[in-house]
C-alpha cells in the first residue's frame, strides 16, 4: 500500500497540502517533483520520519502559513491498496502525526 497525506490548516480556507508517502521498496515522501527519502534507506517507515517531512527544504513547513500550528491542521491519510508499504507502516504513520489536531483515516477499496 502507499499513502496520500492531506494537510488541511483549519484557521483559513484552503489551499491543502496533499504528500505521497510510497515505499520504492524504502519510504520515499514526495510532494510534486520534490522527493525526500527520509531514515537509512531501510523498507519499512519509522517513527520521526513525519519529523523530517516537517524540517526539509521544500518540505511540509515551507509549505504552510507561516502563522499555522499543528493544533490547527487536520491530516487525512489516504490508504491506497497498491504498493509495497505494509499495516505496520500504517500504524507507525498513524502514530507519528499524534501531534496533528485531528487525525482521519480513509481507506481505498482495490
Do not use: A
Not at 500500500?1 to 484552503?14: A, R
Amino acid at each position: 500500500m502507499f499513502f496520500t497525506l492531506v494537510f488541511n490548516d483549519m484557521s483559513m480556507e484552503g489551499p491543502t497540502i496533499c504528500v505521497d508517502l510510497c515505499f520504492h521498496p524504502c519510504p520515499v515522501w514526495r510532494i510534486g517533483e520534490w522527493e525526500n527519502v527520509p531514515g537509512d534507506g531501510l523498507p519499512h517507515y519509522k517513527c520521526g520520519y513525519v519529523h523530517e517531512l516537517e524540517v526539509r527544504d521544500g518540505g511540509l513547513l515551507s509549505r504552510l502559513d507561516s502563522s499555522s500550528v499543528m493544533k490547527d491542521i487536520k491530516v487525512t491519510v489516504v490508504c491506497h491498496p497498491q504498493g509495497h508499504g505494509t499495516e505496520d507502516d500504517l500504524e507507525k504513520l498513524l502514530e507519528d502525526l499524534k501531534g496533528y489536531k485531528e487525525v482521519e483515516l480513509l481507506r481505498c477499496s482495490d
